[in-house]
């Protein structure tokens, strides 16, 4: 029996990629952003957008399916390498198809003739997603290669941004650089994934079992992609490059804080597919019930706090040329706590539980309101009209899948201390809001208002033992009096 990794190791190296996909664009964007101006970053980001819905056809909806179709057989080394191999397979297929449709398009499409060289290179990550197989080392729970693989590459990248990109017309290079760091190590997991499954054909395929239920979840990838890349797509068509990339500042500062909202909930499902599996259901409420609570203590403050200071945050990560970003980043924000929210609900609880259409009709209904909404918005609000867009659609998944979850979740949701994260906000509001009357550099603000925000919220917390702070608080305390006793030996 392969052994377990532990949740809390797991959570760490989980919180290492995070960190890593946040100080990679921190330190990335905002030099990219100012050499590459609103018009640059937007044909990328419009490129971006658009073979992400050619990447989703080619993935089905297999990187949230095989971790739980892996996560289920892991036990057993023949299953999971009949199980991964048919994956694969069907992924390759798939990726094939991707690429003959996209010719079409580059052929046909006038808007797309311009710049085919960079749609040509964003396409890469077609086929780079098709042989890396994430969802197996999801599955076993690899998160320390992952991890380190990833640093690795995105270090490579950040290299190459600044080595490389030095005009406006560098934005292929940027481009590139940016499939480099999200899916180049995808090699390599082809290659290392040897060590999990056998690479020699086992036999007796069975292509079929698999149909159905990625059926549902290439439709939950559909409409979850759709939602969350039709805003920038629609820009493009609807409006101007400039715009594009005035949204795309809001929308990578959001993408950034939304990975440290979600990396629990990411972790936890293996662990939770797992439990159902073994039919540990008080094993699978306690994490969820602990998952849940994280998102809400975490969420909250990172919302609010920068739309007090989304002013700020757009001038020092991106530059002046990119002002026509700060209201759309203001009402995009609020998307932190429910992206947060559903991640838990459609992931972590209703995938494992195997009710994956619930989640298919929320993603569905936040599909249909960002159309309607988009269509109507964004020729009169541009950027603005699109965040609103992405806003309601978000809304609209939490609605449909809080209904869905009412009874089994509705407890859950009450053991939420909101009066304690409500006064902290208010106490973290009430100590940072009065720095911008100085006028400091948008650095130095930042970096007293976030200290004494996020200082007051959490030190509020933790003086009214607020349970999940007060167990990180004597984790990173213990850990450290570990490492102090090591170092006096």
Not at 27 to 36: E, K
Not at 37 to 60: C, E, R, W
Not at 127 to 133: D, F, K, P, S
């Given at each position: 029996?392969?052994?377990?990794?532990?949740?809390?190791l797991?959570?760490?190296?989980?919180a290492?990629?995070?960190?890593?996909?946040?100080i990679?664009?921190l330190i990335?964007?905002?030099?990219?952003?100012?050499v590459?101006l609103p018009?640059g970053?937007g044909?990328v980001s419009?490129?971006?957008?658009l073979i992400?819905?050619?990447?989703?056809?080619s993935q089905?909806?297999?990187?949230?399916y095989?971790?739980?179709?892996c996560?289920?057989v892991?036990?057993n080394?023949?299953?999971?390498?009949?199980t991964?191999?048919?994956l694969?397979?069907i992924n390759?297929?798939?990726?094939?198809?991707?690429?003959?449709v996209?010719a079409?398009?580059?052929?046909f499409?006038?808007?797309l003739?311009?710049?085919r060289?960079l749609y040509l290179i964003v396409?890469?990550?077609?086929?780079?997603?098709a042989?890396g197989?994430?969802?197996l080392y999801?599955?076993?729970?690899?998160y320390?290669?992952?991890?380190?693989?990833?640093?690795?590459f995105?270090f490579?990248a950040l290299i190459?941004?600044?080595?490389l990109i030095?005009?406006?017309?560098d934005?292929?290079?940027?481009?590139?650089?940016?499939i480099?760091?999200?899916?180049?190590?995808?090699?390599?997991?082809?290659?290392?994934?040897?060590k999990f499954i056998g690479?020699?054909?086992v036999?007796?395929?069975?292509?079929?079992r698999?149909?159905?239920?990625i059926a549902v979840?290439f439709a939950?990838?559909?409409?979850?992609?759709i939602?969350?890349?039709?805003?920038?797509?629609?820009?493009?068509f609807?409006?101007?490059?400039?715009?594009?990339?005035?949204y795309n500042?809001?929308?990578k500062?959001?993408?950034?804080?939304?990975?440290?909202?979600?990396?629990?909930?990411?972790?936890?499902?293996?662990?939770?597919?797992?439990?159902i599996e073994h039919?540990k259901?008080?094993e699978?409420?306690?994490?969820?019930?602990?998952?849940l609570n994280?998102?809400f203590?975490?969420?909250t403050p990172?919302?609010?706090?920068?739309?007090?200071?989304?002013?700020?945050?757009?001038?020092?990560?991106?530059?002046s040329n990119?002002?026509?970003?700060?209201?759309?980043?203001?009402i995009?924000?609020p998307t932190?706590?429910?992206i947060g929210?559903?991640?838990i609900?459609?992931?972590q609880?209703?995938?494992?539980?195997g009710?994956e259409?619930v989640v298919?009709?929320?993603e569905i209904?936040?599909a249909?309101?960002?159309?309607?909404?988009?269509?109507?918005?964004?020729?009169?609000?541009?950027s603005?009209?699109?965040?609103?867009?992405?806003?309601?659609?978000?809304?609209?998944?939490?609605?449909?899948q809080?209904v869905?979850?009412?009874?089994?979740?509705?407890?859950?949701?009450?053991?939420i201390?909101?009066?304690?994260?409500?006064l902290?906000?208010?106490?973290?509001?009430?100590l940072s809001?009065w720095i911008?009357?100085?006028?400091?550099?948008?650095?130095i603000?930042l970096?007293?208002?976030a200290?004494l925000?996020?200082?007051a919220?959490?030190?509020?917390l933790l003086?009214t033992?607020?349970?999940?702070?007060?167990?990180?608080?004597?984790?990173?305390?213990?850990?450290?009096s570990?490492?102090?006793?090591i170092?006096?030996?």
């Amino acid at each position: 029996m392969r052994k377990q990794k532990s949740i809390k190791l797991n959570f760490i190296m989980n919180a290492l990629l995070t960190m890593s996909s946040f100080i990679f664009p921190l330190i990335t964007f905002p030099y990219v952003s100012r050499v590459l101006l609103p018009t640059g970053t937007g044909k990328v980001s419009f490129a971006t957008s658009l073979i992400s819905y050619f990447t989703m056809f080619s993935q089905l909806g297999i990187p949230t399916y095989g971790i739980r179709a892996c996560a289920r057989v892991r036990d057993n080394k023949n299953e999971l390498t009949r199980t991964a191999h048919e994956l694969l397979i069907i992924n390759l297929i798939m990726a094939f198809i991707s690429y003959v449709v996209l010719a079409f398009a580059l052929l046909f499409v006038s808007r797309l003739h311009e710049d085919r060289l960079l749609y040509l290179i964003v396409s890469l990550s077609i086929l780079l997603n098709a042989i890396g197989m994430e969802w197996l080392y999801k599955a076993l729970e690899q998160y320390t290669y992952i991890t380190t693989r990833s640093i690795i590459f995105k270090f490579i990248a950040l290299i190459g941004m600044f080595a490389l990109i030095h005009s406006p017309d560098d934005y292929i290079f940027y481009g590139f650089l940016s499939i480099f760091a999200a899916s180049a190590s995808n090699v390599f997991n082809f290659i290392y994934a040897h060590k999990f499954i056998g690479i020699k054909v086992v036999g007796k395929y069975d292509f079929k079992r698999h149909l159905k239920p990625i059926a549902v979840f290439f439709a939950m990838a559909c409409a979850t992609t759709i939602y969350t890349h039709l805003d920038t797509v629609m820009l493009g068509f609807m409006t101007s490059d400039e715009d594009v990339g005035y949204y795309n500042a809001a929308v990578k500062i959001k993408h950034i804080l939304v990975s440290v909202v979600t990396s629990l909930g990411t972790v936890l499902l293996p662990r939770a597919s797992y439990y159902i599996e073994h039919n540990k259901i008080e094993e699978f409420k306690r994490i969820s019930q602990k998952a849940l609570n994280f998102v809400f203590i975490v969420a909250t403050p990172m919302m609010l706090y920068f739309i007090l200071f989304a002013k700020q945050g757009i001038l020092f990560l991106s530059g002046s040329n990119y002002e026509g970003s700060i209201v759309p980043m203001q009402i995009i924000m609020p998307t932190l706590l429910l992206i947060g929210i559903t991640n838990i609900l459609g992931l972590q609880i209703l995938v494992p539980l195997g009710k994956e259409k619930v989640v298919l009709y929320s993603e569905i209904a936040g599909a249909v309101v960002d159309l309607i909404l988009n269509v109507i918005l964004i020729p009169k609000f541009t950027s603005a009209g699109a965040a609103i867009g992405t806003l309601a659609a978000e809304l609209a998944v939490f609605v449909v899948q809080y209904v869905a979850l009412k009874n089994q979740m509705g407890e859950a949701f009450k053991k939420i201390h909101y009066h304690r994260i409500l006064l902290g906000l208010l106490l973290g509001t009430m100590l940072s809001i009065w720095i911008v009357q100085f006028k400091l550099s948008n650095f130095i603000t930042l970096l007293i208002s976030a200290t004494l925000f996020f200082g007051a919220y959490g030190g509020f917390l933790l003086a009214t033992k607020e349970p999940l702070v007060i167990e990180i608080f004597y984790q990173i305390a213990n850990g450290v009096s570990k490492k102090l006793g090591i170092r006096k030996k």
